[in-house]
């Protein structure tokens, strides 16, 4: 992830979006080919994400996003297809855990003035989402800097194979 100013276009998805939303169970026999999975990110909440999402972009999600099966490539496979993070009102625990250790910076912010093609740009340090499309300015909860040392090297596992350890 190492960037910490994220620009990219949001993708609007309401509430308790779930990790099967995110990823269906029918595409369980390609958990060990996640390029080819990745490819079906997001299809039963929109069947076109994987053809419009760019590099950079993100999902805007409401409340509870990331509930269901503690699926660890749910937040892989959105980072595979591009998005740059995932912002909402809130995250399921295991989710946004999971996204944290996979690299996907989860960020917890009032998404409702956030629509849909809005361009954002976001400065992870200092918790600011600016909607360049609304020229309105916002605030996410802020990352402790356990967890944005781990964003930074790109999640968990690359973290730890640079440090040897975990300090907090």
Same mark, same amino acid.
């Given at each position: 992830?190492?960037?910490?100013?994220?620009?990219?276009?949001?993708?609007?998805?309401?509430?308790?979006?779930?990790?099967?939303?995110?990823?269906?169970?029918?595409?369980?026999?390609?958990?060990?080919?996640?390029?080819?999975?990745?490819?079906?990110?997001?299809?039963?909440?929109?069947?076109?994400?994987?053809?419009?999402?760019?590099?950079?972009?993100?999902?805007?999600?409401?409340?509870?996003?990331?509930?269901?099966?503690?699926? @660890?490539?749910?937040?892989?496979?959105?980072?595979?297809?591009? &998005? +740059?993070?995932?912002?909402?009102?809130? !995250?399921? %625990? *295991?989710?946004?855990?999971?996204?944290?250790?996979?690299?996907?910076?989860?960020?917890?912010?009032?998404?409702?003035?956030?629509?849909?093609?809005?361009?954002? @740009?976001?400065?992870?340090?200092?918790?600011?989402?600016?909607? &360049? +499309?609304?020229?309105?300015?916002?605030? !996410?909860? %802020? *990352?402790?800097?356990?967890?944005?040392?781990?964003?930074?090297?790109?999640?968990?596992?690359?973290?730890?194979?640079?440090?040897?350890?975990?300090?907090?």
């Amino acid at each position: 992830m190492a960037a910490s100013t994220l620009k990219g276009k949001a993708f609007k998805f309401g509430d308790d979006i779930s990790t099967d939303l995110i990823i269906a169970g029918k595409y369980a026999h390609l958990r060990s080919n996640l390029p080819e999975l990745a490819k079906h990110a997001m299809e039963d909440a929109n069947p076109d994400f994987v053809k419009q999402v760019r590099p950079g972009d993100f999902i805007v999600g409401g409340s509870n996003f990331g509930l269901g099966s503690s699926r @660890e490539h749910a937040p892989l496979v959105i980072k595979m297809a591009g &998005v +740059s993070a995932i912002l909402a009102k809130s !995250f399921a %625990r *295991i989710f946004f855990r999971n996204a944290i250790n996979q690299g996907v910076p989860a960020l917890i912010c009032d998404t409702d003035k956030i629509s849909q093609d809005d361009i954002l @740009e976001i400065r992870l340090e200092e918790g600011i989402i600016n909607n &360049v +499309s609304r020229k309105e300015t916002y605030r !996410f909860t %802020r *990352i402790p800097q356990a967890m944005l040392n781990i964003l930074n090297e790109g999640g968990l596992i690359p973290y730890i194979n640079k440090h040897g350890d975990f300090k907090l």
